[in-house]
């Protein structure tokens, strides 16, 4: 998105008639696209199948030990292994986690849910988070027209992990690089802990850590059918992990290790 910026509590004199975004911090625009042809191994994007995208906002970092714990108990095991410890993603969150963390962030910040369970937008209504496999659980909604915090699908993914624009520009083996090291944090290099966001190369939207550090939940937009995780993270060794085209399968009601999350926003 292009057009003038202006600061919070910013005085602007109108001369004719102007069309006002607003603008989250931390949050990187991504235009959509219509992708038709076979792209650098893709299983998603594979000239088989047409995939559109529509427009939406990216987190550029994965969720925080910090903003989870804001919002309730913080599961990471993760809390004094690196740095500033609110400052490493939150890791140990299983789906059902981070669906509860999606609705409870966007309804502390006024927006409308995207998430249901049981007809409800409510997390408090939701009961406590199952440890085991939920029929209602595993059959909840997101609606895609809300305003409200998000996980990307499998699809928004791969396409901000490997730089959005069309998927014109250069495919790289990881997320801003086809060197491992420069952009993602595995076994290989992480002493087996997480480390602090953002301190590894960005990829070209300014997405940090879309290989690496934790594994992300993605949103499957069918219903009681299984989700994936992406990126890669801190236990795993980079290949193939940590690849862009790499999406596995993820137990919903585990809160395993390496899973974090980022949370995206429909572009309205």
């Known amino acids: 998105m292009t057009g003038t ?3 919070d509590g910013a005085t602007i004199t109108l001369n004719s008639n102007i069309t006002l975004y607003a603008k989250w911090t931390d949050f990187v625009f991504v235009k959509g696209a219509t992708i038709e042809g076979q792209i650098a191994d893709s299983a998603l994007f594979n000239g088989k199948n047409t995939i559109t995208i529509n427009d939406f906002y990216i987190c550029n970092h994965e969720v925080t030990q910090a903003e989870y714990e804001a919002l309730g ?3 990471s095991e993760m809390a004094d292994t690196d740095g500033v410890s609110g400052n490493n993603p939150v890791n ?3 789906l059902y ?7 409870k962030r966007l309804v502390k910040e006024g927006y409308t849910p995207c998430y249901s369970i049981k007809g409800s937008t409510n997390p408090e209504s939701w009961g406590t988070v199952p440890t085991s496999k939920d029929s ?3 059959a909840a909604i997101c609606d895609f027209t809300a305003n409200g915090y998000r996980l990307p699908t499998e699809s928004e ?3 901000a992990a490997r730089g959005g624009n069309g998927l014109t520009g250069t495919q790289y083996l990881y997320a801003g690089s086809n060197t491992v090291n420069d952009v993602a944090w595995h076994s290989g290099n992480s002493g087996y802990k997480t480390h602090e966001v953002k301190t590894k190369q960005s990829n070209t939207l300014g997405l940090y850590d879309m290989s690496g550090n934790v594994y992300e939940w993605c949103w499957n937009e069918n219903a009681n059918a299984a989700h994936f995780v992406s990126g890669g993270c801190w236990t ?3 290949d193939p992990a940590c690849k862009v085209f790499r999406h596995i399968t993820s137990t919903s009601y585990a809160q395993n290790p390496g899973n974090g999350l980022r949370v995206v926003r429909t572009a309205e």
């Open 92 to 94: 140990k969150v299983s």
């Open 236 to 238: 795993m060794n980079y």
């Open 97 to 103: 986690d981070a669906l509860v963390y999606c609705n």
């Open 5 to 7: 910026s202006y600061d």
């Open 136 to 138: 209602d659980w595993d």
């Open 157 to 159: 993914w791969e396409y």
């Open 73 to 75: 108990a913080l599961p």
